[in-house]
Nanobody
Framework: QVQLVESGGGLVQPGGSLRLSCAAS????????MGWYRQAPGKERELVAD???????KYDDSVKGRFIISRDNAKKRVYLQMNSLKPEDTAVYYC?????????????WGQGTQVTVSS
């Protein structure tokens, strides 16, 4: 049973910072891309940032220069450092990863962690 578990969300004032963490667990053979998506109320889920197993990253234009994605392959973790947060960053943030087990490859989602940016 493969699981992705996020942590690190919360309430922060505009201009503040938060660091999200996501840990993968279970009978994992390998992990390909890992990333973060977010979904604000009334909006569709959107890609925030993505990173390959080799460390190549990409970002949505709205977070470039403010957010940094990183991963620790040995620990099966992906992180999202969020700086200069804005109210429009408020959303539920989901971890997403392409994971191979001994018998299959599929994409998994975490349960989500709430990030609220408000004064």
């Amino acid at each position: 049973q493969v699981q992705l578990v996020e942590s690190g969300g919360g309430l922060v004032q505009p201009g503040g910072s938060l660091r999200l963490s996501c840990a993968a667990s279970g009978s994992i053979f390998s992990i390909n891309d890992m990333g973060w998506y977010r979904q604000a109320p009334g909006k569709e889920r959107e890609l925030v940032a993505d990173i390959t197993s080799g460390g190549m990253s990409k970002y949505d234009d709205s977070v470039k220069g403010r957010f940094i994605i990183s991963r620790d392959n040995a620990k099966k973790r992906v992180y999202l450092q969020m700086n200069s947060l804005k109210p429009e960053d408020t959303a539920v943030y989901y971890c997403h990863a392409g994971i191979a087990t001994a018998i299959s490859f599929k994409y998994y989602w975490g349960q989500g962690t709430q990030v609220t940016v408000s004064s």
